[in-house]
């Protein structure tokens, strides 16, 4: 990639951000759909729609900005990053978080200049004091974590990112050394 394209994606992620936040995930395409910008959260109901999109256009490299959303959905995100060996991106001053971070993590080649961010999974607040629905949330939660551990474990993931995921009741952000293990390029040119 080169200082053009860096340039223009992230005017337009400039742009993307002066809006108000978005309220599903959104796609934006680049020139001869090469690169693609995902923008926005991960919401289970809008993964068909954006898998069908980049089944379309067939990008080679995603940049994220996300807050994340529904695990199940961004594993099948990240399960479709993979299978069609695409790169991922987070740009200077963009973050990365939750569930879009299995999405970073996907890419066959990573890179980053903004900020990843893991935390527990919980169940939803509004199942915590029903005990059937707890217990039923609580089981929802367990198998969520083993898909994430298998889906992670088939992309080679380092140890220390399970343990900042499990162990991080709060948001944790992994530090710049972290993220130098965990990124394969070390520029935009080498993708």
């Known amino acids: 990639m080169k200082h053009s394209?860096?340039?223009?994606?992230?005017?337009?992620?400039?742009?993307?951000?002066?809006?108000?936040?978005?309220t599903a995930g959104e796609l934006l395409f680049g020139k001869d759909n090469e690169w693609v910008v995902f923008q926005g959260p991960i919401l289970l109901e809008e993964v068909d729609q954006i898998l069908s999109?980049?089944?379309?256009?067939?990008?080679?490299?995603?940049?994220?900005?996300s807050i994340g959303g529904n695990v199940?959905?961004?594993?099948?995100?990240?399960?479709?990053?993979?299978e069609n060996e695409m790169n991922t991106w987070i740009a200077e001053k963009?973050?990365?978080?939750?569930?879009?971070?299995?999405?970073?993590?996907?890419?066959?080649?990573r890179f980053s200049e903004g900020k990843l961010v893991v935390h527990q999974y919980l169940p939803p607040?509004?199942?915590?004091?029903?005990?059937?629905?707890?217990?039923?949330?609580?089981?929802?939660?367990?198998?969520?974590?083993?898909?994430?551990i298998t889906l992670l474990?088939?992309?080679?993931?380092?140890?220390?990112?399970?343990?900042r995921i499990f162990s991080s009741s709060d948001l944790y952000e992994f530090t710049e050394a972290e993220m130098a293990k965990l990124t394969t390029v070390t520029s935009l040119d080498e993708m």
């Open 125 to 148: 607040a509004e199942q915590a004091n029903e005990k059937i629905a707890r217990d039923a949330a609580w089981i929802s939660v367990q198998r969520i974590i083993g898909e994430t």
């Open 5 to 22: 394209l860096r340039s223009f994606v992230l005017a337009i992620l400039l742009v993307f951000s002066s809006q108000s936040p978005a």
């Open 153 to 163: 474990n088939s992309f080679g993931t380092p140890r220390f990112v399970f343990e």
């Open 72 to 82: 199940s959905g961004a594993i099948r995100f990240a399960q479709y990053v993979r």
């Open 94 to 109: 963009q973050t990365c978080a939750s569930a879009c971070a299995l999405v970073f993590l996907a890419g066959i080649q």
């Open 53 to 65: 999109q980049l089944d379309d256009k067939k990008p080679k490299l995603i940049l994220l900005n």
